[in-house]
């Protein structure tokens, strides 16, 4: 398949959206998975499920679109790896569920490898010539930290420790290690529309005086402000009051100013939400050109500000926003519509990332 070369201008006072073929072409939403997934972090979880040395944790990275079976380690040194859960011999999991193990070993031939998936032994291959070779071992990818939360990717250059570097220019002075996640707190959401137009809609502030009213409220609009990483940006939520806002350290770059939440995108599908309460993590999972399932993944940090400011209402401003990014959905599908322009001064957001979408999709 020869995929159609998309353009964005760098220049937002010209530039023209992606078309409305990206969003419905299945082929081009297979590709993504090859020149975007592929090749960008993902968030794993946090560190909870292996505190202590000799833990092990079985997941599938983005289930329904990479299916990706993967195992978070802890070994004896306190070092964690993050592995393929698939066993170099006939394919069968090697981690059922999480557990104290002191290896991993495959419940199907009792093949043995070690918590860093380095292979140690299997039954019966004495006379197997040329053995073991080096992909005896499991698969190993590269895996971050920030604060508790756990970062891998399956490939990719992108520079996690630059971007988390610079995302701590803002919320550094958060103890982030020290958040606790809350399973009541947090839900999945099934939305019938493209993955892409989810991220599009949180990307900007444009719609927020128009679909979420509560929310308009208590943010200060006018001074509603977007800035752009390399493979991140943020939209800062100041406030229209002097309360449920940050106490801003000093010499933080926002000192003096109302800050009531920031919101940070990373390219391609996440989204960390801070408020004076905590963290509200956005996932957002393609499961076909037509449907997404989208995980809220709520970390408290001060349980008394939680029902307050910007962090408030988080389920009632998701459902108006599934409300609008399905209707867009709808409409993309009009012979009638090619595509639009962006607002220079609202909505840099969602040209940084159809600017990376062109990027690796044209790489």
């Not at 040395?53 to 306190?78: C, Q, R, W």
């Not at 459902?319 to 990014?325: G, M, N, S």
Request: proline content about 4%; hydrophobic content about 40%; charged content about 25%.
């Amino acid at each position: 398949m020869t995929l159609p070369k998309f353009k964005i201008d760098p220049d937002i006072s010209k530039a023209e959206t992606l078309p409305a073929s990206f969003y419905r072409d299945s082929e081009v939403f297979e590709k993504l998975k090859e020149k975007v997934f592929y090749r960008s972090w993902q968030f794993v979880g946090d560190d909870s499920p292996v505190k202590l040395a000799k833990y092990v944790h079985p997941f599938v990275l983005l289930d329904g679109f990479l299916t990706e079976p993967m195992v978070i380690s802890k070994d004896e040194n306190e070092k964690i790896h993050c592995l393929s859960n698939v066993c170099t011999h006939r394919g069968n999991l090697v981690a059922d569920s999480s557990s104290s193990q002191r290896n991993l070993i495959c419940n199907y031939h009792g093949r043995k490898f070690g918590l860093d998936g380095s292979f140690i032994s299997m039954p019966d291959f004495e006379k197997a010539e040329g053995f073991p070779r080096a992909c005896e071992s499991l698969h190993s990818f590269d895996l971050e930290k920030w604060g508790s939360l756990l970062f891998a990717r399956l490939g990719g250059e992108i520079d996690f420790a630059q971007m988390i570097g610079e995302m701590n220019t803002y919320v550094g002075f958060l103890p982030i290690d020290e958040f606790v996640f809350s399973a009541a707190q947090s839900k999945d959401y099934l939305v019938n529309a493209h993955w892409a137009l989810y991220c599009d809609n949180y990307l900007e502030g444009f719609h927020i005086p128009f679909v979420h009213k509560d929310l308009n409220a208590v943010l200060d609009y006018e001074n509603y402000e977007t800035i752009l990483g390399d493979h991140f940006n943020l939209q800062v939520g100041y406030s229209d009051g002097a309360e449920d806002i940050f106490d801003l350290p000093k010499g933080h770059i926002h000192e003096g100013q109302r800050i009531a939440a920031y919101y940070f995108w990373v390219f391609p599908n996440m989204m960390f939400n801070f408020y004076p309460w905590g963290l509200s993590i956005n996932i957002v999972r393609p499961l076909s050109p037509n449907q997404s399932k989208v995980s809220f993944l709520t970390y408290i940090y001060d349980e008394t500000k939680l029902n307050a400011g910007a962090g408030a209402l988080l389920d009632k401003v998701e459902r108006e926003d599934e409300f609008v990014v399905e209707g867009v959905h709808k409409g993309l599908k009009s012979r009638y519509y090619t595509n639009g322009r962006f607002s220079p001064t609202r909505e840099k957001g969602v040209h940084h990332f159809h600017s990376l979408l062109a990027q690796f999709l044209n790489s």
